[in-house]
C-alpha cells in the first residue's frame, strides 16, 4: 500500500480521479498534481489500464431465441400472478389503506393523537348513553360535559 | 411508429397489469441483468435461470420502488446483484460440496470451459487476466462484489450505490478502491507467472 505523503496523493484517490468520482475542485488538483508527478501519474495510469481490461470481459452472447423462449414463460407468470393477485384485490388494498394510515401515524403523531380523541368524543357522544355509563363510571357525564366543551 | 416509453411510464402500465409493458420492460434490461447475473454467478445457464427469478421478483416488489430514492434502473440492478449473489452463494455450496471427489473438479472444469471458449479474446494473455480477474471477483466480499460490478459495468455513480445500499459514500468508495486493488494484485500476479 502507498503511503499519502505531502506530494502525493493516495491510490483510492487516483483510482476516484480516474473514475471522475471526486469534487471537481478535488479533480483539478490532482490534474495539476499529476503533470508534475511522474510517480502519482504512473500509478494513475496503470490503474486506467487496469479499469480498461477489467471492463474487457465479456459476457457470453445468448441466442434470440432462448430469449423469446424465455420471455414467452415469464409472461404466462405474469398473467397467472395477476388472475391471483385479482382475486385479493380487496384485501391487498385494506392491508394498503391500514398500512398507509399507520405510515401517516407514525410520520405525524400530534395529529394522530388529535384526530383519535376527536373520534373518540363523537363515538361516545352518539353511541353511548350518559346514563348507562354513569352507571359503570361515575362521574362519567362530568368527563363528556368537559369533551362536548372542548370538541 | 411507436415512441419509446421511459422506465416510469413502464413501470406505471405494468402497475395496471400491462403485460405489452411488461414485455417491453424485458426487452429493454434483459441483457444488462444478465451480464450483472453472469459476472456474479459464472456460469451461463445458470446467470439465464437468475434472470427469469429476477423478473419475477421484479413485478412483484415494483410497488416497492421509490422514484424519490432511486432510478429504476438503479433499484433493477440492485436487485439483481443481490439476487444473483444469492444464487451464486448456493452455486457455491453446492460446487463444495461436490469438491470433495477429483472428478467433480473435472465436472467443474467442463462447467467453466464453455464460458470461457465463448468469451471473445483472440490474445491469450487477455485472457489469462481475464480468469484472474473473474476468480478474484468472485472471493470480493458482497458489498465490494457488487460496487465493482456496478461501478464498472452498469456504469452507476458511487453516490447512486452508496445511497441504494444505504450506506455512506466513503464506505463505497472504499470497498471500490479495496476490490479494484484485490484484482490489480491479482492481475500483477498472473503477469509475474508468464
Known amino acids: 500500500m502507498r503511503k499519502t505523503g505531502f ?16 469534487t471537481e475542485e478535488v479533480g483539478q488538483e490532482i490534474s495539476v498534481h499529476l503533470r508534475e508527478c511522474g510517480e502519482c501519474d504512473s500509478i ?5 489500464y487496469l479499469v480498461g ?92 360535559e368537559i369533551l362536548r366543551q372542548v370538541f | 411508429m411507436v415512441s419509446p416509453q421511459s422506465d416510469d411510464d413502464l413501470v406505471a402500465s405494468i402497475l395496471r397489469g400491462d403485460e405489452d409493458a411488461f414485455s417491453r420492460l424485458y426487452d429493454r434490461y434483459r ?10 454467478i459464472q456460469d451461463a445457464g445458470e446467470a ?22 432511486a432510478r429504476f434502473s438503479t433499484w433493477v440492478y440492485r436487485l439483481a446483484a443481490n439476487h444473483a449473489i444469492d444464487c451464486w452463494r448456493g ?24 464460458d470461457a471458449i465463448l468469451t471473445p479474446f483472440g490474445a491469450l494473455e487477455e485472457k489469462e487476466s481475464i480468469d484472474q480477474i473473474r476468480s478474484c471477483v468472485s472471493e470480493l466480499p458482497d458489498l465490494q462484489k457488487k460496487v465493482f460490478l456496478l461501478r464498472y459495468f452498469q456504469d452507476l455513480k458511487l453516490e447512486e450505490i452508496a445511497s441504494m445500499e444505504d450506506c455512506s459514500l466513503g464506505t463505497v468508495k472504499t470497498s471500490l478502491f479495496r476490490a479494484t486493488h484485490a484484482v490489480r494484485r491479482a492481475v500483477r500476479k498472473a503477469g509475474g507467472r508468464r
Open chain 2, 31 to 40: 441483457g444488462r441483468i444478465y451480464a450483472t447475473a453472469y459476472r456474479i
Open chain 2, 48 to 69: 439465464q435461470d437468475a434472470v427469469q427469478e429476477i423478473f419475477v421478483k421484479l413485478y412483484r416488489s415494483l410497488p416497492e420502488w421509490n422514484p424519490r430514492k
Open chain 1, 44 to 48: 494513475f495510469k496503470e490503474y486506467g
Open chain 2, 91 to 114: 452455486r457455491r455450496r453446492r460446487l463444495e460440496s461436490l469438491s470433495s471427489s477429483s472428478s467433480d473438479d473435472d465436472e467443474f472444469r467442463e462447467r467453466q470451459i464453455p
Open chain 1, 53 to 144: 481490461q477489467v471492463q474487457a470481459w465479456r459476457v457470453p452472447e445468448i441466442p434470440e431465441s432462448v430469449w423469446q423462449t424465455r420471455k414467452s414463460r415469464l409472461l404466462l407468470q405474469f398473467r397467472e400472478d395477476l388472475e391471483r393477485s385479482k382475486g385479493r384485490g380487496m384485501l391487498s388494498s385494506l392491508r394498503a389503506a391500514i398500512q398507509s394510515a399507520w405510515d401517516y401515524a407514525l410520520e405525524h403523531p400530534l395529529p394522530t393523537l388529535g384526530y383519535i380523541a376527536i373520534a373518540i368524543a363523537f363515538a361516545l357522544e352518539r353511541t353511548i348513553s350518559t346514563f348507562r355509563l354513569d352507571r359503570v363510571l361515575p362521574g362519567a357525564s362530568d368527563v363528556f
Open chain 1, 7 to 22: 506530494r502525493h496523493y493516495s491510490e483510492e484517490e487516483l483510482l476516484m480521479h480516474f473514475l471522475q468520482e471526486e
